[in-house]
């Protein structure tokens, strides 16, 4: 372990006296200009996060009005093709493309081929 007595086996003089006397500061007092910086680089930085932050709730209220007024335009449309309910209209034209399809798969494969096959031969003969 080190001692703070110097190599002359005196004890160093009090950094304060040093520094009133004009002469040039210890260590200990570089340290407090270290912390200085470092707390002026902390209050730096903390402005900065704030700055960020505010630019991030600016951003997200702007997606959300947006997205917001995209999906007015995209109700306003669906108002304008289908009338006054379009999402029934939509769920029920759904529906029965379903049905349709459960319908036309259950239909044995070869009556449809051999109604396709004389649709064809008619459409031949022209």
Known sequence: MQSSINRDGFLPP???E???EGEPPFADAATATAREKADHDLDTLQHEVRLLRARIGILREDAESALKAQANLID???HVQLGNYPWAKLALATGAAFIAARIIRSLPFGILLAGFTGH???T???
Request: a negative charge.
């Open 14 to 16: 009090d950094p304060d």
């Open 18 to 20: 040093l520094v009133a």
């Open 76 to 78: 306003a449309n669906a």
């Open 120 to 122: 064809l031969s008619e």
């Open 124 to 126: 031949r003969r022209w």
